[in-house]
Nanobody, 123 residues
Framework: QVQLVESGGGLVQAGGSLSLSCAASGRTSNIYWMGWFRQAPEKEREIVAAITWSSGITYYRESVKGRFTISRDNAKNTVYLQINSLTPEDTAVYYC????????????????WGQGTQVTVSS
């Protein structure tokens, strides 16, 4: 089992930046991917970025490339998501998730989920 706890959400103005953290605990040695998802009101949850736990290779949803940066600190068992140039369209609940294998793009690959953290961007 892997437990995930997100932090760092909040209310920010458009154009601002935010850094989200996801602390993992438990059997973290089994993790292959760590991903960040978001779910905006009345929309489906979508992947925004993923990173391989061991080697740190990163993957991004096309629409967020250049603004979102995913990183990890294995010593701290923590994954980060830096979001720059925020727009109201970034308003969503952001979730981190851990996958033991599969495709980084597929929500079905992710076995463990955090509780989510709300990001609200005001115009």
């Amino acid at each position: 089992q892997v437990q995930l706890v997100e932090s760092g959400g909040g209310l920010v103005q458009a154009g601002g930046s935010l850094s989200l953290s996801c602390a993992a605990s438990g059997r973290t040695s089994n993790i292959y991917w760590m991903g960040w998802f978001r779910q905006a009101p009345e929309k489906e949850r979508e992947i925004v970025a993923a990173i391989t736990w061991s080697s740190g290779i990163t993957y991004y949803r096309e629409s967020v490339k250049g603004r979102f940066t995913i990183s990890r600190d294995n010593a701290k068992n923590t994954v980060y998501l830096q979001i720059n140039s925020l727009t109201p369209e970034d308003t969503a609940v952001y979730y981190c998730a851990a996958a033991l294998g599969g495709s980084w793009r597929s929500e079905n690959s992710y076995d463990f989920w955090g509780q989510g953290t709300q990001v609200t961007v005001s115009s």
